[in-house]
């Protein structure tokens, strides 16, 4: 039996003898409350086990010690729409280059990370991508748009990704990609700003513009070539300017630390574990 199976069960059983005790007492017991103290219970211990996995991971030192980038902070989002959050580790490079995030989860026995992509590798997202979630339709994606023609490399490209799960692993998978052809960015005027637009859609949409960029779709395992305008279409079909989806990293649940890379403390953790339970 599995760890998680395990705890479940454990949960069922203390329940169980609750309600014998109960009976034998001769209170009555409702149906609903049956199931609501089961489940109740069920959640508490398990919340217990991801908690206590989670908080030795923090404490650890040397957390992500291969990156070029010092942790900043670290967010609680929940991908898979089970309430059970992943963990994302915030990196910043302190300056106009920006930073990303790596993300981690408990199988139930370890700490392992918990966004892979195709080739199983950990999955890093630039801090200027939008997770949206969709719970509706219950879909994640990964929203990141180009907002220069030139200039900071964190501006000059975007991509719209999906996250998915498979066999309870959870995968990033890709859609669109867009970049910037440098060498005709530099021939023409736009490289000296005269055109400055405030979205990504505005410059997919100007004719001038669309000889500088490269827009690609991802279709049977293979990258082909689209213009700037399909593009678009396409981004706007599947996340429309006006929709109800919820951006993952637009939360509370988030703890900054005081100086960039130090220790995060047990009572710091303690706080962002309180912010998770009370947004459920």
Do not use: W
């Given at each position: 039996m599995s760890q998680h199976k395990k705890i479940i069960a454990a949960g069922i059983f203390t329940v169980n003898i609750m309600l014998l005790d109960a009976c034998s007492s001769g209170t009555q017991i409702e149906p609903n409350a049956i199931q609501d103290n089961a489940v109740s219970k069920q959640n508490i211990e398990i919340n217990k086990t991801y908690f206590q996995a989670y908080r030795d991971f923090l404490l650890s030192a040397?957390?992500?010690?291969?990156?070029?980038?010092?942790i900043y902070g670290y967010y609680l989002l929940d991908f898979n729409f089970d309430r059970i959050p992943e963990l994302g580790v915030y990196h910043h490079?302190?300056?106009?280059?920006?930073?990303?995030?790596?993300?981690?989860?408990?199988?139930?026995?370890?700490?392992?990370?918990?966004?892979?992509?195709?080739?199983?590798?950990?999955?890093?997202i630039s801090d200027y991508t939008k997770i949206l979630a969709n719970y509706d339709d219950r879909k994640i994606y990964l929203l990141k748009e180009m907002y220069l023609l030139t200039g900071n490399m964190n501006g000059t490209y975007g991509y719209l990704r999906e996250?998915?799960?498979?066999?309870?692993?959870?995968?990033?998978?890709?859609?669109?990609?867009?970049?910037v052809d440098y060498e005709q960015a530099m021939e023409t005027e736009l490289a000296n700003g005269i055109i400055q637009y405030d979205s990504e859609d505005d410059f997919l949409s100007d004719s001038s513009i669309a000889k500088c960029?490269?827009?690609?779709?991802?279709?049977?395992?293979?990258w082909v070539k689209i213009s700037p305008q399909e593009y678009r279409i396409i981004k706007r079909r599947l996340i429309?300017?006006?929709?109800?989806?919820?951006?993952?990293?637009?939360?509370d649940v988030y703890m900054l630390l005081r100086e960039c890379d130090i220790q995060i403390t047990e009572e710091e953790i303690n706080s962002l574990f309180s912010k998770w339970k009370g947004m459920k």
């Open positions: 040397d957390i992500d010690s291969c990156h070029d980038f010092p490079s302190g300056g106009s280059m920006g930073g990303y995030f790596t993300f981690y989860c408990f199988n139930g026995e370890d700490i392992v990370p918990a966004v892979l992509d195709e080739d199983g590798e950990p999955v890093q996250i998915t799960s498979n066999d309870n692993v959870l995968y990033c998978s890709d859609l669109l990609r867009l970049d960029l490269l827009t690609e779709s991802y279709e049977n395992g293979n429309p300017e006006e929709n109800s989806y919820v951006n993952l990293l637009d939360t």
